[in-house]
């Protein structure tokens, strides 16, 4: 590793074939990925590998689609990951307050989809996983330190990027300089590579914030998870290990503001207040988390000698549960065209090799941001002819198998052109 820009210029070696800013959970799937093939990649964070693992690093849980968890068992961190992965065997939908698809009896508005009826496509899978992100985080960070070819600098910040016909120079907020063909950018919505890179990002604030909780349930929730579209906006109940769950809802920012860092009792009583009917008598664990909620889609995924991925490339409402899917689709697809291409002999940071990661990425980040996008407005709020619209279009999905079945392979990531790992083959 260089100490400085000028020893690196021009002919010093390279540290490694790729070097990743940012080692959250996609650039740490990455990692894996790539020296899964036998690539070396740094991988750059300034958060210690120590602090991504305490509770208070990020509150939040994930809805992890089966074809998600296949890469990660591909990639060896299944051993880590499989005794917090509670399994996600139902999801109920209901639009407005009662009755809910929960119920015996329920209204027309609900929709109901069981791992059961696409069986024959998963494998016996269920629809997808719950796992609290700092057990993610744990996981992926354990089974990158016992890897060989992956180096982790932290704590460490990316601070800028030079690239040369040859290489990008990535210099840390230290003075430290490394230098590879390819310089990948993970590190969030705030991405250094992509701004350094010059690509641009579309989106705006939704002037809500993200807010999480994880509580303990007086009953068994036998891996059901619920998502009530109620007047004040989404509120999901996801079911986690240990008979608890990480309750997930939208509030406007100030409000949610407000319950950051308040203590369990008034957070108790703000959600009975709330959504008393739907949640028995829950005991709020742990502190609450506020999330602001934006759309942004980079204008591009690659630049000469830079890709990104994960949130940097896109970040999309929490609605759907689909944020981190698509940065580890990112992932699977990045790992295997930078492999695919050093087989031909190719430069991996040359702009057609990157070309074919933005292109086989482009569609699905897009079309995934748009959907979400218009699905926040139609279900965030409670004009009377939107909600006879939608509980029509719930109504009428949840009497068609097929559709039904098509959602649950959409969001279990089970179609479309796959990478390899989401198949969970190895590259
Ligand atoms: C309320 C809420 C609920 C959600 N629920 C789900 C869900 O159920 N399912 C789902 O798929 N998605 C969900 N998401 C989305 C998901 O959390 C994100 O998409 C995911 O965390 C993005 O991961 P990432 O690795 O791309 O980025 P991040 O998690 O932001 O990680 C970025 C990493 O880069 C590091 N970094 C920052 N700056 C630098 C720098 N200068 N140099 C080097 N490193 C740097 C950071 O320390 C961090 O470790 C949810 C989001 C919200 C807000």
Redesign the pocket.
């Known amino acids: 590793m260089s100490d400085t820009a000028s020893d690196s210029l021009p002919d010093a070696p390279v540290d490694a074939d790729v070097i990743i800013?940012?080692?959250?959970?996609?650039?740490?799937t990455l990692g894996l990925a790539l020296a899964s093939a036998g690539l070396t990649a740094i991988l750059?964070?300034?958060?210690p590998f120590d602090a991504?693992l305490a509770p208070t690093f990020?509150g939040?849980?994930?809805?992890?689609?089966y074809a998600?968890f296949r890469q990660w068992k591909a990639l060896g961190a299944g051993e880590e990951l499989e005794p917090h992965a509670q399994r996600i065997e139902q999801i109920l939908v209901t639009d407005g307050t009662s009755p809910g698809a929960a119920a015996s009896r329920p209204g027309s508005a609900f929709l109901r989809f069981d791992s059961a009826e696409i069986g024959d496509v998963s494998g016996g899978e269920p629809l997808g996983y719950?796992l609290e992100?700092r057990r993610i985080r744990a996981g992926l960070a354990r089974t990158v330190e016992v890897t060989p070819g992956l180096t982790v600098l932290a704590p460490?910040?990316?601070?800028s990027l030079q690239v040369t016909p040859a290489a990008a120079l990535v210099t840390l907020?230290d003075g430290r300089v490394l230098k590879a063909p390819l310089v990948v950018g993970?590190?969030?919505?705030?991405?250094?590579i992509r701004q350094q890179a010059g690509i641009g990002v579309v989106g705006w604030p939704y002037g809500q914030s993200?807010?999480?909780a994880t509580v303990e349930l007086e009953r068994d929730h036998e891996g059901v998870a619920h998502e009530y579209f109620l007047p004040g906006g989404p509120f999901a109940i996801?079911p986690l290990t240990g008979q608890r769950a990480s309750l997930?809802w939208t509030e406007k920012t100030a409000q949610a503001e407000a319950l950051r860092g308040a203590r369990p009792e008034i957070v108790h009583a703000h959600m009975q207040r709330r959504f008393g009917e739907f949640l028995g008598a829950p005991k709020v664990v742990g502190p609450v988390?506020v999330?602001p909620?934006a759309l942004a889609l980079a204008e591009q995924m690659s630049a000469p000698r830079v890709a990104i991925?994960?949130?940097?490339a896109h970040?999309?409402h929490?609605i759907a549960?689909?944020?981190?899917?698509?940065?580890?689709k990112d992932a699977a697809a990045l790992a295997q065209v930078l492999v695919e291409a050093l087989r031909l002999g190719e430069d991996i940071g040359a702009e057609a090799v990157l070309e074919r990661y933005a292109a086989w990425r482009r569609f699905d980040n897009t079309m995934l941001a748009a959907a979400t996008d218009v699905f926040t407005r139609l279900f965030s709020n409670d004009i009377a002819p939107l909600r006879a619209a939608r509980g029509l279009g719930l109504a009428v999905v949840n009497q068609i198998a097929p559709a039904r079945r098509f959602f649950m392979r959409e969001a279990g990531g089970g179609v479309g052109d796959l990478p390899r790992l989401l198949r969970g083959e190895a590259l």
């Open positions: 800013a940012g080692a959250g959970m996609a650039g740490a750059v964070d300034p958060a991504q990020d939040r849980s994930s809805a992890i689609a998600s719950m992100n460490a910040k990316v601070a907020a993970a590190e969030g919505k705030a991405s250094v993200g807010v999480v996801l997930v988390f999330y909620l991925l994960g949130d940097a970040g999309v929490p549960g689909q944020g981190l899917n698509l940065g580890l």
